[in-house]
């Protein structure tokens, strides 16, 4: 975006301003929290983190006279121009990260329902279905929960070649929203954790052709709006509202996020559902990051990406030339599931080196890189705008030593995942099953039996059970398939007694 795009004068950053105000006023704090500006610190953290962020860390006194002693109206300033700049009608600054933003559009999702689909008792918690891919975070399932809303789970495509999901097709949209009935919202994933997306437009005609909501858990893309070479934001496309970690890739501390709303009658019932979800002393040193995160990529978001582009694309480079390595590329393109790919995201074949994702995360680390994540045969690597030259070429040399090791010492194979099984039916909504009393049952017994807990191979982190689905034999052999490949399984009640949590009623 170039700065005449905007309405607003982006060289603004109030809410940072305000806090910075407060501490050169010297007022003396009879308020929360009580280190009162960093005066008494245990030593060990004073020694860490200095007493600066303390300073700054007051709570809900902004009482700056610049700013007419009124967080709120600050804080309602600094979001304006963070929508403003982000594209959206308004935007509500989070601080417990995106997890909150996906729960209260789900939560919201399921309010818009009760006024604007024909059911006879929306309160019901099986009556109002939302769409979901089956690989969402686990935030939406809490969300799922929270909310009473009957999730219809859409399968994802299994790359094999990968060992990653890819986005469900435009037809398996289209199919599972022919067979739903009460329908509030389409959710998707945009992108997914390797920057992969699916065709997001064409969802968003599916769902404003039949009044539905697109609600959009947007982790992975809140730079998007920076750069032309990045894919399209969710609300460009179509969403009604989007949730994006800002803290995942922009200049900002973890847990700061935005939820973006595009539709004024959700828009509306965010702050109910917000203070619900959210602690009443929020870290104004989040918020603070937040605005000057925003102003930072108003004003020099294209040229920070532009490097950020380049220096990705010449690490992928490299690492296509190291034996044994392969780095993902546009070639992601030309599968059918896939219409949108964010460059910035390092996704690193290792099995062609006899490797593991987690050996490979493992012997890097001890070569001083961390990655993101370790998937079974290949790990993640983020350039974000804090990469600079240096430290892309520590990673590209520290795998070039990877692959000199191991090219010289061959292990066995990592383990393989051909296609996940196929959901089992869902006889209870997610709340019903995780509200209703529980029983231990092994997992070799629990055919015909329903999940109380979501149980789900790590990687890749995509649920076989999920709360309120009748197990099936498929899934209880897959589960166990995976542990006898020694993929690690979550979600058990007793891990060494291969125990998981039922539903226990009639
Ligand atoms: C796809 C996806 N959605 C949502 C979240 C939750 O975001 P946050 O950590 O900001 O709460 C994550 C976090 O890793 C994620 O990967």
Redesign the pocket.
Known sequence: MSRAEYRLDQSRAPFLEGLKQYSLDKIIPFHTPGHKQGRSLDPGLQSALGKLPFLLDVSDEIASQAHGNDSEKVLREAEALAADAFGAKTTFF?H???????QAMLLAARQWAGHNLPVEDPLREDVVEVLVPRS??R??LGGLILAGLAPRFISDTWDAEWSIPLPPSPDAWQAAAAESHALAAYFD?YP??YGIAGHLDKTADLAAGGDKLLLV?E??GAHFRFHPSLPPTALSLGADAS?Q?A??VLGVLT?A?MLHVNNEELAALMPQVLGILQSTSPSFLLYASLDAGRRQMAQTGKQLWQRGLELSSSARERINRIPGLQCLGEEILNKPEVRFWDPTKLLIRVDGLGLSGSEAEARLRAKGIQVELAGLNHVLALIAIGDGPEEVGALVRALEELAREENSCRQSAPAKLSQLPRPGEMLLSPRRAVLSPRKEMELAAAEGEIAAEAVLPYPPGIPVLVPGEKITAESIDFLQGCRRKGIEVRGWANTSRETIWVVDID
């Open positions: 989070l417990n990260g995106t997890t909150a933003g996906i969402v975070h935030s939406v994933t997914n954790y858990d982790a992975h949730a970690s803290h995942k847990q996020s």
